[in-house]
């Protein structure tokens, strides 16, 4: 390494490590051996990776030099590791999505996301921890234990995406892939300290992400920087054709937008402030540092006003309606028959009886409720009373997003109503589990773009900034957290994620 020997390759961003490895200063191999040892060195204590697969991301790492040695143009990010959450189908990789029912299941084909990724000369590192089948907001829902937040080993790291949040605020890897269903990227990007973005529903493809709630679904960045994110998101994101509810669309300019933000002049951004996403529930500090973000955006040039979006109040029930019913539905391939877990298949046992045997085994008590309480929606002389009234609403809430964004270009609140929770503090409390989503439902419903960035700290735990844009829109939301980035760079001496105790 020329010039890098002192230099910890783990420390670096993903723009960071991509111009190293261009410029010949380490070689994508090294790279990569350096996050696998820095992985073997602290994993242990924050469980962040469920399978690692130091072979396979060497293989990948030496292909990426092998391809700039022989002159070839590459992508830019090519040889940066990167975290995948194991809800996206890699081949010839164990892809388990936190359950039982799939322990063992090694994939055919890749998933549109992870072939770009591939494409792209990214380097998978491994698969990263979950609530099981995305259905939490905290990772303790995973069938192989919690993830633990390298803020505080006590706490969560969030979810359901914690494992892929806590290996890139760890330093394990630069990037991850999360999803995010009703703010399963936003959540633990906010208690973690990170940024992570939910692009417009159809704008990063669903092929191969091993589905939840069908409508509600979407890929997307968890990275150290906004920038950083934004090169990701323009890697994977884009038109795919085998998802049928693909937008065939260009990827929005999110990588020129967040350059743009951090020039720190936002004149003539309009912002609105979302008041159904405050007050009772919410901790002093994070209202406070969100408070203090608010100004910061003034102070760049952005006029900020107050907006009410009567229906967000809904959105819980709603999605608690919508997703879980889409999940009875979306669950029931695992059957027994075709692939992953099957239990009691011993002959005496009927079919029906093997099916039920095996759920029983292969899923979690969270996806068990959720799959109860979808299939009562669905049911006869239910369905109008309970999904029917969710759809509505939702539809409420998009006309909502439409009526503000008529008077400002971005809606901002806190990503979370609090800061990360301690381990096992709300696991036999399923309604204080779900509050920890409320700010970010709404944009889930909607189909729209959110990101979280930090913005802060409360009680010394990261606190998040989140932004909301109309469809398509998703620039917005990297120019306007590459303000706030900026800002609290200026306000703290450096980014937030320093301050984060050493593992």
């Given amino acids: 390494m020329d010039g890098t020997a002192t230099t910890d390759l783990t420390r670096l961003t993903a723009a960071e490590t991509a111009a190293v490895i261009a410029n010949g200063q380490a070689s994508a191999v090294e790279v990569t051996q350096a996050h696998l040892d820095r992985i073997a060195s602290v994993d242990d204590r924050v469980h962040a990776f469920l399978h690692v697969d130091a072979v396979g991301a060497l293989a990948q790492a030496r292909a990426v030099d092998e391809r700039r040695a022989a002159g070839e143009e590459l992508g830019p990010l090519a040889g940066v590791p990167l975290a995948q959450k194991d809800v996206i189908v890699t081949r010839g990789v164990p892809t388990t999505c936190g359950s039982k029912i799939l322990e063992g299941w090694i994939p055919p084909y890749d998933a549109t996301v992870q072939a770009r990724i591939r494409a792209a000369g990214v380097v998978t590192l491994g698969k990263c921890n979950m ?4 259905m939490g907001s905290s990772t303790e829902n995973s069938a192989f234990g919690p993830s633990h937040n390298p803020w505080d080993l006590g706490r ?4 359901s995406s914690g494992g892929s949040a806590a290996a890139v605020a760890a330093y394990q890897a630069p990037l991850a892939i999360g999803t995010d269903t009703g703010g399963s990227i936003r959540q633990p990007a906010a208690v973690c300290g990170l940024v992570g973005h939910k692009p417009t529903y159809g704008g990063v493809s ?5 589905a939840f709630s069908s409508s509600l679904d979407q890929a997307g960045p968890l990275a150290r920087t906004v920038l950083d994110a934004a090169l990701l998101h323009a890697t994977v994101g884009g038109h795919d054709p085998m998802d049928s509810t693909s937008i ?3 990827v929005p300019p999110v990588v020129a937008a967040a350059r743009e933000g951090g020039s720190g002049d936002l004149t003539g951004l309009r912002v609105g402030v979302v008041r159904e996403l405050g007050g009772e529930g919410y901790q002093p500090g994070v209202e406070a540092a969100f408070q203090a973000a608010v100004g910061w955006l003034e102070q760049m040039g952005a006029s900020v006003v107050e907006v009410s979006c009567p229906h967000f109040s809904y959105a819980l029930p709603a999605y608690y309606l919508i997703a879980p019913s889409e999940c009875s539905s979306n669950l029931a391939r695992f059957d027994a028959v075709r692939y992953g877990l099957r239990v009691g298949d011993d002959g005496v046992h009927s079919l029906e009886e093997v099916m039920s045997l095996t759920r029983e085994a292969g ?5 068990k409720r959720r799959i109860i309480l979808g299939t009562y929606a669905l049911s006869s002389g239910y369905y109008d009373a309970y999904y029917g009234q969710a759809q509505k609403v939702r539809t409420l809430i ?11 270009d971005v809606l901002v609140s806190p990503a979370t109503p ?7 503090e709300r696991v036999d409390d399923p309604m204080a589990m779900y509050v920890a989503d409320l700010c970010t439902l709404p944009a889930s419903l909607a189909g729209l773009p959110a990101i979280s960035v930090p913005c802060g700290l409360s009680e010394g735990l990261p606190v998040g900034f989140q932004v909301m844009a109309p469809a398509l829109a998703d620039d917005r939301c990297y120019r306007v957290a590459a303000a706030v980035e900026v800002a609290v760079a200026q306000h703290r001496g450096g980014p937030l994620l320093e301050e984060a105790p050493a593992l």
């Fill in 131 to 134: 609530d099981e089948f995305a």
């Fill in 206 to 210: 669903r092929y191969g992400l091993i």
């Fill in 363 to 367: 899923f979690g008590p969270e996806v």
């Fill in 248 to 250: 065939d669309a260009p």
């Fill in 398 to 408: 998009s006309r909502d997003f439409e009526a503000a964004y008529a008077q400002v």
């Fill in 418 to 424: 609090t800061v990360a929770f301690p381990l096992g």
């Fill in 156 to 159: 969560v790291p969030g979810g």
